[in-house]
């Protein structure tokens, strides 16, 4: 999953904020408010949902997930008499589309809140709507007290706590010469310096090379890290790099452990992913099928068997979801902005099979700084066979 930063684009119109992030409804005029009903005859929910629908790193899912969810509620009779709709925007994993997706919701006072945001690459400010996400993958929206997480991404100024996770595994199997692969965009930089700071705890340097997103030949890269001796290589890009980044290395005859930052829970860089040893990632949710039958249940049920692939972002987006509705039934009188920020904090028993632990949105996280609930578990895989395999039997709680 990539890390991104602020990333801002002044555009003025909330009609062209709308049309250049394609967001599948239009934008309303006029102000947003804290207290803003739900449009129409007060009977049906809008929430948004932005993610990289099109563009170089494609996981539709990340809206197809909150449609199939709320499809299932809707089909059930909705939630406290309402039906509830999904208006998606398309950020294409870009930065500008992705502050515009943002930007076009709050000024449609017909959206209550964001919903998974999966591959959001720009921060959420200050704005009175609620951001409801386990994960959200860019540090500043886990500095908004509106947004409702599970563990920021690189939040912490030592480094993204599941790749730490990682790290500290396989420098207790001897790979202790790391590099680092990371895609060109400031959020992917971000984490090396993050990792860069974990390792120097250390006294190990890291030698860091880049790639831009849409790179498909590693070989450069991957020769310069095999010169300069390192036995572990951190990939901070998305599938392609992973891909391309691991089928260079074979091709060189070079077999250094990988540890992947981002994309390793995604069905469709898996498949690519040669089948060589080695191969580990540290990610949120809990790899066995076991813990993700009703996921799957629900998206073959409402997408079609064969129509999605499994990812991190369709969880992200599932699971935020579920919050939303669960959020919802939780409010006595209207469902406004304000009503959906104060429900987020009533949550206090939030559960599911994926995670490592009940979750407690009234709770802050264990970095002052980070107001919202920082929950960072962890499991601890390796891929084998072009599926993730836990090697810790249970989620390993990240935050010490």
């Known amino acids: 999953m990539p890390r991104r930063s602020v990333v801002r684009n002044m555009v003025a119109a909330a009609g062209l904020l709308c049309l250049l992030a394609a967001c599948s409804s239009g934008s309303s005029a006029g102000s947003s408010g804290s207290t803003t009903p739900a449009a129409g005859s007060g009977k049906t929910l809008t929430v948004e949902v932005a993610c990289q629908i099109s563009g170089p790193q494609v996981e539709p899912e990340c809206a197809t997930s909150v449609e199939a969810y709320f499809d299932m509620v809707n089909a059930a009779g909705g939630v406290d008499g309402y039906k509830l709709k999904v208006a998606t925007c398309d950020t294409q994993t870009n930065p500008v589309l992705d502050a515009d997706c943002t930007k076009s919701a709050v000024a449609n006072p017909a959206i209550v809140a964001l919903v998974g945001r999966g591959g959001g690459i720009s921060p959420i400010p200050q704005y009175q709507i609620a951001d409801i996400a386990p994960i959200v993958d860019n540090p500043a929206m886990a500095t908004a007290t509106n947004s409702f997480i599970l563990t920021p991404y690189s939040a912490a100024p030592t480094g993204d706590p599941g790749s730490n996770t990682t790290q500290a595994k396989l420098l207790a199997k001897g790979v202790n010469k790391p590099g680092m692969i990371a895609c060109s965009l400031s959020g992917c930089l971000s984490h090396v310096d993050g990792t860069k700071a974990w390792y120097a705890a250390y006294h190990i340097s890291v030698k860091v090379v880049t790639a831009p997103l849409t790179a498909v030949d590693f070989t450069p890269q991957i020769v310069a890290l095999q010169h300069a001796g390192v036995n572990g290589i951190i990939v901070v890009e998305g599938a392609a790099g992973i891909d391309g980044a691991i089928k260079a290395a074979v091709a060189q005859n070079y077999h250094p452990a990988f540890l992947l930052s981002t994309a390793c829970d995604d069905a469709r860089a898996l498949q690519g992913v040669p089948n060589v040893p080695d191969v580990y990632c540290s990610i949120p949710f809990n790899p066995s099928p076991a813990a993700r039958a009703p996921y799957t249940q629900l998206m073959n049920k409402y997408i079609g068997a064969g129509k999605w692939a499994m990812s991190g972002w369709g969880l992200n987006s599932y699971l935020g979801a579920q919050l939303f509705v ?75």
């Open 326 to 400: 669960q959020d919802v039934r939780g409010i006595s009188g209207p469902v406004t902005r304000a009503a959906v920020l104060a429900g987020m904090r009533k949550i206090t028993d939030f559960s599911s099979p994926l995670l490592g632990t009940t979750i407690n949105f009234g709770q802050p996280g264990p970095i002052a700084k980070y107001p919202a609930f920082v929950n960072w578990y962890y499991f601890f895989s390796a891929i084998k066979n072009h599926a993730v395999v836990p090697v810790a039997p249970a989620a390993i709680d990240a935050a010490p």
